[in-house]
């Protein structure tokens, strides 16, 4: 049984930073790319940052020079690190395989940027 468990989320205000983490069953972590996804209601599910098994990553332009995406392949965890948060970050933010598997959803973690 996959899982994926997101945590780090939080209310913090704009120009905060928030870590978060996704512990991941070791059978998918080691062979697959990662991804963290995010949503905002009414809207759909957005891959914003990858990493790759091999530790290459890509991002999108809205988060560039401000999330960094890592993992650390010993404890099964991938992680993202977001400094100068804007409103517009503020979603439920998810991790899945690259491509994602949709029996691999987990709850997510709510990210809320407000003053």
């Known amino acids: 049984q996959v899982q994926l468990v997101e945590s780090g989320g939080g209310l913090v205000q704009p120009g905060g930073s928030l870590r978060l983490s996704c512990a991941a069953s070791?059978?998918?972590?080691?062979?697959?790319?990662m991804g963290w996804y995010r949503q905002t209601p009414g809207k759909q599910r957005d891959l914003v940052a990858v990493?790759?098994?091999?530790?290459?990553?890509d991002y999108v332009d809205s988060v560039k020079g401000r999330f960094t995406i890592s993992r650390d392949n010993a404890k099964n965890t991938v992680y993202l690190q977001m400094v100068s948060l804007k409103p517009e970050d503020t979603a439920v933010y998810y991790c899945?395989?690259?491509?994602?598997?949709?029996?691999?959803w987990g709850q997510g973690t709510q990210v809320t940027v407000s003053s």
């Open positions: 899945n395989t690259l491509p994602y598997h949709k029996g691999y």
């Open positions: 070791g059978s998918i972590f080691r062979i697959n790319a």
């Open positions: 990493i790759t098994s091999g530790g290459s990553t």
